[in-house]
């Protein structure tokens, strides 16, 4: 049974940093992508972060480009989101998602076959 598992969320001021885990299990072959996607109250989830594990690409939403890096390490099947220069607005619940297949538009959460439950990052001071 395939398994994603956030972690590394709190509470931290504006301008601080944290680092988010997605640990993954009960994939047979891998996975095509991986992504990280935020909701924050009354708004709809939309992606933050984006990886290709084939080639390593990565890829940011303009609103956290510069900030924000993702990384996975495959031998501990887990994969990363270092947040940096945290603002009042990245406040959110943070979910990491995988595809089995090609993905075409890494922002679309219906390219994702598999969620995690979320871990909530609050930026406050």
């Known amino acids: 049974q395939v398994q994603l598992v956030e972690s590394g969320g709190g509470l931290v001021q504006p301008g601080g940093s944290l680092r988010l885990s997605c640990t993954t299990s009960?994939?047979?072959?891998?996975?095509?992508?991986a992504a990280w996607f935020r909701q924050a109250p009354g708004n709809e989830r939309e992606a933050v972060a984006g990886?290709?594990?084939?080639?390593?690409?990565?890829y940011y939403a303009d609103s956290v480009k510069g900030r924000f890096t993702i990384s996975r390490d495959s031998a501990k099947n887990t994969v990363h989101l270092q947040m940096n220069s945290l603002k009042s607005e990245d406040t959110a619940v943070y979910y990491c998602?995988?595809?089995?297949?090609?993905?075409?538009?890494?922002?679309?959460?219906?390219?994702?076959?598999?969620w995690g439950r979320g871990t909530h990052v609050t930026v406050s001071s």
């Open positions: 998602a995988t595809a089995l297949t090609l993905v075409r538009e890494w922002m679309a959460t219906y390219e994702y076959d598999y």
């Open positions: 009960g994939f047979t072959s891998g996975y095509y992508a």
């Open positions: 990886l290709y594990t084939a080639n390593g690409g990565t």
